[in-house]
């Protein structure tokens, strides 16, 4: 009988390949059990059993008693090669607004060509199970140039559903119809950046973890090379949800068995996709760039790089075990590039277009989703969807603080840019680059004066007659002194990007400065 030929088994410090013949040289007596753990299956992540060898040369096997009968060896045969489709690259999802008492959930919609939808384009993402609740967005909601995390509520499900309105068909190309989400068995995330790892993902000894499970996790004080430590436990309508952070310490084989148990190997030699030459400029799941060919280097423990649409690749070799150079043919504008073992572990897109040189490397950027930027200090109306991002040219760190209290904490990435949602009169946003707080703006509910005021003043310095001028120095001055008039501000920007305006609107600009000034030094008096 053929054997199966996806079989693993741990040694020292990650899980390598192993053969029949091999391994009834380890172990030349007997039948070796599927119970004792020591070959696990890499296509299904289940332990086999080694036979005997008494009638025909010793094979792995799937035991009749195995949880799952899904493996495609048991469907396709020794033979199984893994492939897969553009289709099967799962959009990110991560858990964010972790705290004692509760988490919520995020899908990120990966940057696709969306600028000549019509303004009636609607994306539904419709959780499994659940028939009278949907999450609907427009695509004002969506970037045109980055990906866009939208949320999806603190309810786990299993996968999600994909589909929109006036929309056309190539957007499936980006974005899959179906996203697998939470698996109750057990899901791990990243800790630093809340981000769930697929199945069959690395994890790494140090490095923190989120486990996200329906049952409780028993003996977790029993393993010294695991810290496991309970966040919180959640009531989901009829559900009870456990959430933990879980970190090895050690390459163990307890440890590796741990996270096989959620479907994800212990490795020293994570899988890793990245963009070497030439130029490019690089997002979350987007390289841009402007050649007919990029090279980019895979490393870790992975087995083939597939391109969508098909495209040449070339591989070179040099001394190294754990990386590989490929150079990728980019025959079309966009280009799906992924790597992995059973399933697409690491992908990214190429979009072939001009690169623009920015001048803004170091600038902090805080916006609202519409791209107005938003100024430090008091912030009296709230964004549109409740929602800012934010681009820094360092990694930095985001605080929200409440009634003197930290309610949420989270590291933002250099150049990515992130969005912080769920914002609410009574917060403060602070963002740090080190030790540095680079920005910081209240949320309050404007007065209603402050409001008729500035609706007035904007109608006067809008339909202001005259002659146009160039931009004075001071207007940037008025500009910082009219934080509370949100509106005013942004025409204002409007007016320095095209560097004129009408002179009556820069004197009744001035006016009432002044008169702002001076009711700022009355109220000190």
Same mark, same amino acid.
């Given at each position: 009988?053929?054997?199966?030929?996806?079989?693993?088994?741990?040694?020292?410090?990650?899980?390598?390949?192993?053969?029949?013949?091999?391994?009834?040289?380890?172990?030349?007596?007997?039948?070796?059990?599927?119970?004792?753990?020591?070959?696990?299956?890499?296509?299904?992540?289940?332990?086999?059993?080694?036979?005997?060898?008494?009638?025909?040369?010793? *094979?792995?096997? #799937?035991?009749?008693?195995?949880?799952?009968?899904?493996?495609?060896?048991?469907?396709?045969?020794?033979?199984?090669?893994?492939?897969?489709?553009?289709?099967?690259?799962?959009?990110?999802?991560?858990?964010?607004?972790?705290?004692?008492?509760?988490?919520?959930?995020?899908?990120?919609?990966? /940057?696709?060509?969306?600028?000549?939808? @019509?303004?009636?384009?609607?994306?539904?993402?419709?959780?499994?199970?659940?028939?009278?609740?949907?999450?609907?967005? @427009?695509?004002?909601?969506?970037?045109?140039?980055?990906? %866009?995390?939208?949320?999806?509520?603190?309810?786990?499900?299993?996968? *999600?559903?994909?589909?929109?309105?006036?929309?056309?068909?190539?957007?499936?190309?980006?974005?899959?119809?179906?996203?697998?989400?939470?698996?109750?068995?057990?899901?791990?995330?990243?800790?630093?950046?809340?981000?769930?790892?697929?199945?069959?993902?690395?994890?790494? =000894?140090?490095?923190?973890?989120?486990?996200?499970?329906?049952? @409780?996790?028993?003996?977790?004080?029993?393993?010294?090379?695991?810290?496991?430590? &309970? =966040?919180?436990?959640?009531?989901?309508?009829?559900?009870?949800?456990?959430?933990?952070?879980?970190?090895?310490?050690?390459?163990?084989?307890?440890?590796? &068995?741990?996270?096989?148990?959620? #479907?994800? /190997?212990?490795?020293?030699?994570?899988?890793?996709?990245?963009?070497?030459?030439?130029?490019?400029?690089?997002?979350?799941?987007?390289?841009?760039?402007?050649?007919?060919?990029?090279?980019?280097?895979?490393?870790?423990?992975?087995?083939?790089?597939?391109?969508?649409?098909?495209?040449?690749?070339?591989?070179?070799?040099?001394?190294?075990?754990?990386?590989?150079?490929?150079?990728?043919?980019?025959?079309?504008?966009?280009?799906?590039?992924?790597?992995?073992?059973?399933?697409?572990?690491?992908? %990214?897109?190429?979009?072939?277009?001009?690169?623009?040189?920015?001048?803004?490397?170091?600038?902090?950027?805080?916006?609202?989703? %519409?791209?107005?930027?938003?100024?430090?200090?008091?912030?009296?109306?709230?964004?549109?969807?409740?929602?800012? /991002?934010?681009?820094?040219?360092?990694?930095?760190?985001?605080?929200?603080?409440?009634?003197? /209290?930290?309610?949420?904490?989270?590291?933002?990435?250099?150049?990515?840019?992130?969005?912080?949602?769920?914002?609410? *009169?009574?917060?403060?946003?602070?963002? *740090?680059?080190?030790?540095?707080?680079?920005?910081?703006?209240?949320?309050?509910?404007?007065?209603? @004066?402050?409001?008729?005021?500035?609706?007035?003043?904007?109608?006067?310095?809008? #339909?202001?007659?005259?002659?146009?001028?160039?931009?004075? #120095?001071?207007?940037?001055?008025?500009?910082?002194?009219?934080?509370?008039?949100?509106?005013?501000?942004?025409?204002?920007?409007?007016? =320095?990007?095209?560097?004129? =305006?009408?002179?009556?609107?820069?004197?009744?600009?001035?006016?009432?400065?002044?008169?702002?000034?001076?009711?700022?030094?009355?109220?000190?008096?």
């Amino acid at each position: 009988m053929a054997s199966l030929t996806h079989v693993h088994i741990w040694d020292d410090k990650d899980w390598r390949l192993i053969t029949a013949k091999e391994a009834a040289l380890l172990h030349p007596g007997g039948t070796v059990s599927a119970r004792s753990g020591l070959f696990m299956c890499a296509l299904c992540h289940q332990y086999v059993t080694l036979t005997d060898g008494q009638i025909m040369d010793r *094979y792995f096997k #799937h035991s009749a008693y195995e949880k799952s009968k899904d493996c495609p060896e048991r469907t396709f045969g020794s033979s199984y090669s893994v492939n897969y489709k553009s289709g099967d690259h799962n959009l990110p999802i991560r858990i964010t607004s972790v705290s004692s008492s509760s988490f919520r959930f995020e899908i990120g919609m990966i /940057r696709a060509p969306i600028s000549s939808l @019509s303004k009636e384009f609607k994306l539904r993402i419709q959780p499994k199970g659940v028939n009278n609740k949907a999450f609907v967005f @427009s695509k004002e909601r969506l970037n045109f140039d980055s990906i %866009t995390y939208l949320s999806i509520g603190e309810q786990p499900y299993e996968n *999600y559903t994909i589909s929109f309105l006036n929309g056309f068909d190539k957007l499936f190309d980006f974005w899959p119809k179906v996203v697998k989400g939470i698996d109750s068995d057990g899901t791990l995330f990243e800790k630093s950046t809340g981000k769930m790892l697929n199945y069959d993902s690395d994890v790494e =000894i140090n490095k923190e973890y989120y486990l996200l499970m329906r049952n @409780s996790l028993n003996n977790i004080k029993s393993k010294s090379c695991m810290r496991i430590q &309970k =966040i919180t436990q959640k009531k989901i309508n009829k559900d009870v949800w456990n959430l933990y952070s879980v970190t090895c310490t050690a390459y163990e084989e307890v440890s590796a &068995k741990f996270f096989l148990n959620f #479907h994800c /190997r212990l490795t020293d030699h994570p899988v890793s996709l990245q963009p070497v030459w030439p130029v490019f400029v690089e997002d979350s799941l987007v390289v841009k760039h402007n050649q007919d060919s990029m090279y980019i280097l895979v490393s870790g423990n992975a087995t083939s790089v597939h391109t969508f649409p098909t495209a040449a690749v070339r591989s070179f070799t040099f001394n190294s075990s754990q990386s590989k150079l490929y150079e990728i043919r980019c025959s079309s504008r966009q280009q799906l590039i992924s790597t992995g073992r059973t399933q697409a572990l690491q992908y %990214t897109f190429f979009w072939k277009e001009q690169l623009v040189k920015e001048n803004s490397l170091n600038e902090v950027i805080i916006t609202d989703l %519409t791209g107005v930027d938003l100024p430090c200090g008091e912030i009296n109306e709230l964004p549109l969807e409740k929602t800012i /991002r934010i681009k820094l040219p360092f990694d930095g760190e985001i605080i929200v603080v409440q009634n003197n /209290r930290e309610v949420d904490k989270r590291k933002v990435d250099a150049v990515r840019a992130v969005e912080l949602s769920n914002l609410k *009169y009574g917060l403060t946003v602070q963002i *740090y680059i080190g030790l540095d707080c680079v920005w910081q703006a209240i949320f309050k509910k404007k007065q209603e @004066s402050n409001r008729n005021d500035e609706e007035i003043l904007l109608k006067q310095i809008v #339909h202001a007659s005259g002659v146009y001028i160039p931009i004075p #120095h001071s207007l940037r001055n008025i500009m910082n002194g009219m934080r509370q008039y949100p509106h005013i501000i942004s025409w204002i920007k409007g007016c =320095i990007m095209e560097g004129q =305006i009408r002179e009556q609107a820069f004197r009744r600009l001035q006016e009432m400065y002044r008169s702002i000034n001076i009711n700022r030094q009355g109220d000190k008096l």
